[in-house]
């Protein structure tokens, strides 16, 4: 079983950067994939970006690319991404995902153990 929290949401002006984190309790985590997905009032949770167990490959949405990067230290059990350069249409709960079969890919329904979710809201 793994648990996931994540942590580092807030409210920010357009252009700002925040990073969020993901700590993750459970020996297996190291060798799981990785992903965080958000989701905006009114719409369907859509993947945002995803790593492999190695951290040897990483996929991001083409919406955040350039301005997101995750990473992930596995000694400390967590994940971070940092998002810099933030838009209002970023503004949503953010949430980690992990699972055996996720392997950082886009697809939620591969993963079987999300967080809470953190709210991160851009205003203009």
């Known amino acids: 079983q793994v648990q996931l929290v994540e942590s580092g949401g807030g409210l920010v002006q357009a252009g700002d950067s925040l990073r969020l984190s993901c700590a993750a309790s459970?020996?297996?985590?190291?060798?799981?994939?990785m992903a965080w997905f958000r989701q905006a009032p009114g719409k369907e949770r859509e993947f945002v970006v995803g790593?492999?167990?190695?951290?040897?490959?990483?996929y991001y949405a083409d919406s955040v690319k350039g301005r997101f990067t995750i990473s992930r230290d596995n000694a400390k059990n967590t994940v971070y991404l940092q998002m810099n350069n933030l838009k209002p249409e970023d503004t949503a709960v953010y949430y980690c995902?992990?699972?055996?079969?996720?392997?950082?890919?886009?697809?939620?329904?591969?993963?079987?153990?999300w967080g809470q979710g953190t709210q991160v809201t851009v205003s203009s």
């Open positions: 995902a992990t699972g055996p079969r996720g392997g950082g890919s886009r697809y939620s329904s591969l993963y079987d153990y």
């Open positions: 459970g020996r297996t985590f190291s060798t799981y994939g």
């Open positions: 790593i492999t167990w190695t951290g040897g490959s990483t």
